[in-house]
């Protein structure tokens, strides 16, 4: 039996060269084909749902547009029988929000192939203050302990420490015992870096470029969240057999080094995708954070919204304006 029902969703339409994103009625029966039709309850705000909202064609081809790259909600209709209706599932990367209408609207169609079971003990609201980023900041650390990543190495560094990816990060390497220097460009987020564990803030001029191939080793390994120019003056930084996991770009994606940090400190450079990967290397990420893992520090602070505030939060985005979790709540 299909359902056609009427539902609210924040839509981006195209008017003249100008991106517009407000509230609209739709109904299920738009939406695209998919084995899973899901009653979205809570979706999370991220850099690349804001790069939507404002027309950017290397996100989303086609207006009008319901962004949202993540989604949680319930299970309303299935075409999988792993999927019975009524399963509470997280959707998060793959091609939702950018040209699949996304979790900014209270219901999505999408392959089954996309959905994870939520996993015991979570609700939605919880799995969308981790989303994308916290599912990112996950993979960058399990990337560092995979390889042989220790608290008693040294310093580990987290770039771009106050973002939505960054300060996950932050929290869970200090939860696992290591000695964290948050490095971010505002400097009235310090003293909320050291809430989080961080052990030291210091600012992106600790990251200045510096025409020296090497520099004095300072980190044993590092989260780099920002990429360009920052990246490079990090990996200068790694000391011996060290890592560095990447996952942003803010700074640039240019990156312009030489390859002494690899050949003459053994250096290792991980690259950290979380749109495309296995869906078992996501449901294992959640799991962790879902047990062991839990950053409370970050779920107490997450800020909660509604649909009428999304356009206000997206530009905040844009102006690196915004900070900490937010939680799109469609009952808001």
């Not at 109904?27 to 404002?54: F, M, Q, W």
């Not at 699949?100 to 219901?107: A, L, N, S």
Request: aromatic share 6%; glycine share 12%.
């Amino acid at each position: 039996m299909t359902i056609n029902t009427e539902f609210q969703a924040w839509r981006v339409q195209e008017n003249d060269g100008a991106y517009v994103g407000g509230e609209m009625t739709l109904n299920t029966a738009d939406l695209p084909e998919g084995d899973v039709l899901i009653r979205v309850s809570h979706s999370s705000l991220n850099y690349k749902d804001a790069l939507s909202a404002s027309g950017n064609k290397g996100v989303t081809r086609v207006f009008p547009h319901t962004p949202g790259i993540d989604a949680a909600g319930e299970v309303v209709e299935s075409a999988n029988a792993t999927l019975p209706a009524g399963q509470a599932v997280i959707v998060t990367g793959y091609d939702l929000g950018m040209n699949t209408d996304g979790g900014f609207g209270e219901y999505i169609r999408v392959p089954a192939s996309w959905c994870i079971p939520m996993p015991s003990g979570w609700n939605a609201r919880t799995a969308m203050i981790y989303g994308t980023a916290g599912l990112t900041a996950g993979l960058c650390v399990q990337k560092l302990l995979t390889m042989g990543a220790k608290p008693e190495q040294g310093k580990v560094a987290v770039t771009g420490a106050s973002g939505a990816v960054g300060s996950v990060a932050v929290e869970l390497l200090s939860k696992l015992g290591f000695d964290v220097v948050a490095i971010s460009g505002k400097a009235s987020h310090a003293e909320s870096l050291k809430a989080l564990g961080a052990s030291e803030v210091v600012g992106r001029e600790a990251l200045a470029e510096d025409k020296k191939p090497l520099a004095k080793p300072v980190y044993a390994n590092a989260v780099d969240t920002v990429g360009g120019a920052p990246l490079a003056e990090l990996l200068k930084q790694v000391q011996h057999s060290g890592s560095v996991s990447c996952c942003g770009l803010v700074a640039g994606p240019a990156l312009q080094t030489t390859v002494l940090p690899f050949i003459l400190r053994g250096v290792n450079l991980l690259g950290v995708d979380s749109v495309e990967i296995p869906l078992e290397a996501k449901a294992a990420v959640w799991e962790k954070f879902a047990s062991d893992w839990a950053c409370e520090k970050t779920e107490a602070s997450a800020k909660d919204i509604g649909r009428a505030e999304l356009d206000r939060a997206l530009k905040a985005f844009l102006k690196g304006e915004s900070s900490g979790k937010i939680v799109l709540d469609h009952t808001l």
